[in-house]
């Protein structure tokens, strides 16, 4: 608990404060940048800057260069600190009621200058983790020479504040028949697709990956024939080299790539799908030489209807007939229904594709129907789609009839 202060009392809404360690630590914690107050040769100044806390010290990143850490030496730099946390717009009938709901912190205190090179790593490791768990090891650590050029800024969190709005609008009496529309506007910071840099060839860290359910997360699939692991941009080269026969895009929704730019922008988009929730992507690897052979996706994932569909596969030409695509079925297959709990699960494949649909069929999933101008194919003509499904109560058979199948013979 953080004793009020003079400076951290408020005058107003005092209801709305708070003084206790968690809330100012979830807060401060949540938050990736801050605003650091302080006056230098008489002049206030207010810069941006990233902080991250340790226990009940704040450590502010900045430049050895820039004036307030050049001010902090020695005796410290008195320092005022802001967070805030926009949370929603509140829009009401009259403008003087307009508001926000927010969190904020407010510290103040004297920021000294973070000396000791141990102490100092350990500050800049928590700030580099604080982005990404676990990132600080899966990245170079800072010479002396970068060391030496970072300054870190330690204060310690004694005189702290809280501030909170929460619900909706607060208006006049006489305000609540005005004929305007009056309400709340949530808002709230999301991750976008993370965009590799140029040259990157590993796969995107797990913790760069949203939070999602079962339903929506490509867990890594192992069988004695395919490794199905989450579809990466990195993967791209390897799965262009792999699927360059046209043979392996004639039934399929999209054209052939005709460059490896082009493939990267279908794996892009196939992982805006995916961030988006509409879209799981798995890559297909052979596990016994180790290369990208093709892909395939869960896709019209419906958690709450225990339903979704195996597409969006494509599989090189050296792949076929050799047991991967069966096993990646009989993966994805035991994945939706034993781990998730699917009830059923389906696939579309392309009125002219009898091979797709034989293939279907002798993995135990029953003809349903034919979706008569379903998709546009590539050539511009209308696709009729054949769909099949295969439910719960289906599977245990299906399950045994594709684990003959793979058995090696005696």
Same mark, same amino acid.
């Given at each position: ?19 206790? *360690? ?10 990736? =940048? ?53 949370? *929603? ?7 003087? =009621? ?313």
């Amino acid at each position: 608990m953080y004793a009020p202060t003079a400076r951290t009392t408020a005058t107003r809404t005092r209801d709305r404060m708070a003084y206790d *360690a968690d809330t100012v630590h979830a807060i401060l914690d949540e938050a990736y =940048h801050c605003a650091m107050g302080f006056v230098v040769d008489g002049e206030p100044r207010v810069l941006p800057t990233l902080h991250v806390r340790v226990g009940d010290t704040l450590y502010l990143h900045g430049s050895t260069g820039s004036r307030p850490l050049l001010a902090a030496r020695g005796d410290g730099l008195p320092v005022c600190v802001t967070v805030t946390l926009l949370d *929603a717009l509140i829009l009401a009938r009259s403008q003087f =009621h307009h508001s926000a709901n927010y969190r904020s912190v407010v510290a103040h205190g004297v920021a000294t200058l973070v000396t000791d090179e141990t102490a100092k790593r350990a500050a800049m490791t928590a700030l580099v983790d604080k982005l990404g768990a676990g990132r600080s090891g899966e990245t170079r650590p800072p010479t002396k020479r970068e060391l030496a050029e970072t300054a870190v800024l330690a204060l310690p969190l004694r005189e702290v504040s809280a501030r909170q709005r929460t619900g909706g609008v607060r208006e006049e009496d006489y305000d609540l028949d005005l004929p305007h529309w009056a309400g709340v506007l949530p808002l709230r910071l999301t991750r976008g697709l993370p965009v590799p840099d140029a040259g990157v060839a590993v796969p995107l860290p797990a913790y760069l990956r949203p939070a999602v359910s079962p339903w929506l997360t490509a867990e890594r699939l192992e069988g004695s024939h395919v490794v199905l692991e989450p579809l990466d941009l990195s993967h791209v080269d390897e799965l262009f080299a792999a699927t360059a026969s046209a043979e392996v895009w004639e039934h399929l929704s999209s054209p052939r790539p005709a460059s490896r730019e082009e493939l990267a922008a279908y794996v892009s988009g196939a992982l805006a799908e995916w961030h988006g929730g509409g879209r799981v992507p798995w890559v297909q690897r052979s596990a016994v030489l180790g290369e990208v052979v093709g892909t395939t996706s869960y896709y019209e994932v419906e958690p709450a209807r225990r339903s979704l569909a195996i597409g969006h596969t494509f599989l090189g030409r050296s792949a076929w007939r050799t047991g991967i695509n069966t096993e990646a079925k009989l993966l994805l297959l035991t994945r939706a229904f034993e781990t998730l709990g699917a009830e059923r699960v389906v696939w579309h494949t392309d009125i002219r594709n009898e091979r797709s649909q034989a293939a279907i069929a002798r993995l135990g999933a029953t003809r349903e129907a034919v979706l008569r101008h379903h998709r546009i194919r590539p050539d511009g003509t209308w696709r009729d789609t054949v769909q099949y499904a295969m439910l719960a109560e289906d599977w245990p058979a299906a399950s045994a009839a594709l684990r003959r199948r793979l058995r090696p013979a005696a």
